[in-house]
């Protein structure tokens, strides 16, 4: 079946622009993680979302970062006044819930660069 | 909070077995994963061990899970250069929604 999609794959975008990036999580899938790979890093969670609970915000780097789900389902990640340490890819996961929660599926990713 | 590392290079002649590190800080971790990277890709499960296991095979991968210290490790068997990749180890608590923990990735070089 089909997988985790993320758009755009690649965006860049001029320092202080606000960016959006979409997650489709696979159909079915309750939970949704957004994480960040970047070179100094390497991944970080950001922020995830489980059904209609309060989503856990806690690896967002600051508050120029938010996310949202919509119906359960798709998740967008914006970020605002972007800087160049932004720059990374940002990842999206979905999960399903109960037993098999464990198992996280991973999309491409979108590559961010902030010029 | 937990800490997970890695070595960050291994380089493998095809045919041979491949053997890829990790240490965990958490002994409360009771998940943990492989995940594969290739160039400009996602993030491939490959594989996971729940912490109440010592060895889990899945065709040429073998993960081999030492508890007390905190020590995962991946074989390959019969490397191929198609394995080439970077390999990130991961750890996961017990509740729901826990995020993964990654280590920085191990780059896989297999050569012919």
């Known amino acids: 079946g089909a997988g985790v999609s993320q758009s755009p794959s690649n965006k860049v975008t001029e320092k202080g622009k606000d960016v959006e990036l979409r997650c489709d999580p696979i159909s079915g899938h309750t939970a949704l993680y957004w994480y960040r790979q970047s070179l100094g890093q390497g991944l970080e969670f950001l922020i995830y979302?489980?059904?209609?609970?309060?989503?856990?915000k806690s690896g967002l780097p600051s508050d120029r970062f938010s996310a949202e789900r919509t119906g359960g389902s798709v998740s967008t990640l914006t970020i605002q006044r972007t800087q160049q340490e932004d720059s990374a890819v940002y990842l999206c996961?979905?999960?399903?819930?109960?037993?098999?929660?464990?198992?996280?599926?991973f999309g491409p990713g979108t590559r961010l660069t902030v010029t | 909070g937990e800490d997970v590392e890695q070595s960050l290079f291994l380089s493998v002649r095809e045919g041979d077995s491949s053997v890829i590190n990790c240490t965990y800080t958490?002994?409360?971790?009771?998940?943990l994963y492989w995940y594969k990277q290739e160039p400009g890709a996602g993030l491939q499960l490959l594989t996971y061990?729940?912490?109440?296991?010592d060895m889990k095979q899945d065709q040429r991968l073998t993960v081999l899970l030492n508890k007390k210290d905190k020590h995962l490790s991946l074989r390959i068997a019969d490397t191929q250069t198609g394995d080439s990749a970077i390999y990130f180890c991961?750890?996961?608590?017990?509740?729901?929604?826990?995020?993964?923990?990654f280590g920085k990735g191990t780059t896989l070089s297999v050569s012919s």
């Open positions: 958490d002994s409360s971790s009771t998940y």
């Open positions: 061990i729940f912490s109440n296991m």
């Open positions: 996961a979905s999960s399903r819930s109960g037993t098999s929660s464990y198992e996280q599926y």
């Open positions: 979302f489980q059904g209609n609970s309060a989503p856990d």
């Open positions: 991961a750890a996961k608590g017990n509740q729901a929604g826990t995020a993964l923990i």
